[in-house]
């Protein structure tokens, strides 16, 4: 079978990570890079022996041979680009959050599905062998009926007023800093897990910096740390660094959740807890390979990821026997192995969130927004999305 061509439009933090991701998935070829630093596209391209580096993204749209694009730039940039993309024909995967506004995602989702190409927004997390055991558990009403979701996704880069990122700006990142970059993986989670939509929330957000020391110079992803104190511009912040969230799903589950960019000593933990009416379920990204299960009755249980034990549903997403960790990258592996398998079976149902479940993550953060303005209980719209 021919490769299928494919092409980074960033070189930064997801840049890296998802070419390295696509080198792992079998008939692809990575063939291109498009990113604005000339040095570090040049860099990342030459240490992957990528043929095509161009500082111009059109000029990879532009060349029939490009099958796909993964867009991998700030989230103000997500938007044009994708849209440029699909129009090109080109499949598309877009890092999170789809796009910085409902309109410009529903625009998005109406010319993907026109165009009729394969496209993806890329909520990974979903894609941890134990995740989607608590998916599958809950499946076959191991968990009974579901009362109570309840989590945290807390950070600590974003911690100190020297801490800077383009997140940071409401024009580079969207209205949402921290619900929309962490949240929304909480979020997407929790509705994949349960099968259960969201459908009122009351949202507290919180800036606790009202002004930054932006750098004068351009700085990457979880790289600030590495610079000295010296040459910032004291920056008025638009962007939450903090949010609470009180949540329904439907007519009696109950859940909330924090987000935090400055919890001092937490630096990835996503912990998700699931209630039910027969057992609960409790993930910590942080260890990933071990899955709590709490019982009233009996004694409560430590999972250790075993391909063999898990469920069979669940079972495919774990590539490597017990004892060998599976962890952060390799969640890019999952979604990217079912991203590029379905575009070489047109007609098959795609098996990873797509831009109407990024849509739907901008209508959740929308009426966190709402809610946070407006002190006031909002409901999101239902609508149809993947599971
Ligand atoms: N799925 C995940 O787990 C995950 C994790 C981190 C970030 N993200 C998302 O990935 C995206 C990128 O974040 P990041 O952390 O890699 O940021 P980053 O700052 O590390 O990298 C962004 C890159 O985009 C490049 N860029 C900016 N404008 C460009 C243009 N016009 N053309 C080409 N390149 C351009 C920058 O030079 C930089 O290399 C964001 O949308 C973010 O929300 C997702």
Request: aromatic share 8%; with cysteine.
């Amino acid at each position: 079978m021919k490769p299928i061509r494919t092409a980074i439009f960033g070189t930064g933090f997801m840049g890296r990570v998802h070419l390295e991701a696509v080198r792992r998935v079998e008939s692809v070829d990575a063939a291109a890079i498009a990113g604005r630093n000339a040095e570090a596209t040049r860099r990342l391209g030459a240490g992957f022996a990528v043929p095509l580096l161009t500082n111009d993204y059109r000029d990879v749209l532009r060349d029939p041979t490009i099958d796909a694009v993964h867009i991998c730039t700030p989230n103000a940039q997500h938007f044009s680009m994708s849209k440029d993309a699909l129009l090109a024909g080109k499949h598309v995967i877009c890092e999170k959050p789809l796009t910085t506004t409902v309109a410009e995602a529903e625009e998005l989702t109406s010319i993907a599905a026109r165009q009729g190409v394969r496209n993806c927004v890329c909520h990974n997390l979903r894609y941890y062998p134990m995740v989607q055991q608590m998916r599958r558990l809950r499946e076959a009403g191991d968990l009974g009926e579901i009362l109570v979701v309840q989590g945290t996704y807390s950070q600590d880069w974003l911690l100190y007023d020297t801490d800077w990122n383009w997140r940071v700006d409401s024009t580079a990142g969207g209205p949402s800093r921290c619900m929309a970059d962490i949240g929304s993986h909480w979020f997407d989670m929790a509705e994949h897990i349960t099968g259960l939509r969201m459908t009122t929330l009351c949202a507290d957000l919180q800036t606790f910096h009202a002004t930054r020391k932006q750098p004068k110079h351009s700085v990457e992803t979880f790289a600030n740390k590495l610079l000295g104190p010296e040459d910032y511009i004291e920056t008025p912040v638009d962007t939450e660094d903090f949010g609470a969230v009180v949540f329904r799903m439907g007519a009696r589950t109950r859940g909330c959740v924090t987000a935090s960019q400055v919890s001092a000593g937490r630096k990835n933990r996503l912990s998700i807890e699931i209630y039910g009416t027969r057992s609960s379920v409790a993930w910590d990204q942080q260890r990933p390979d071990e899955l709590w299960a709490g019982h009233r009755d009996d004694g409560n249980q430590v999972f250790v990821k075993d391909p063999s034990l898990l469920k069979p549903a669940a079972r495919s997403y774990a590539d490597l026997p017990g004892g060998h960790s599976e962890g952060y990258d390799d969640t890019f592996k999952q979604v990217f192995r079912r991203f590029y398998a379905s575009i070489g079976t047109p007609g098959a149902a795609p098996e990873y969130p797509q831009f109407v479940d990024g849509l739907r993550q901008l209508k959740i953060l929308n009426a966190v927004l709402q809610s946070h303005r407006t002190h006031a209980w909002v409901d999101v719209p239902a609508f149809e999305t993947s599971k």
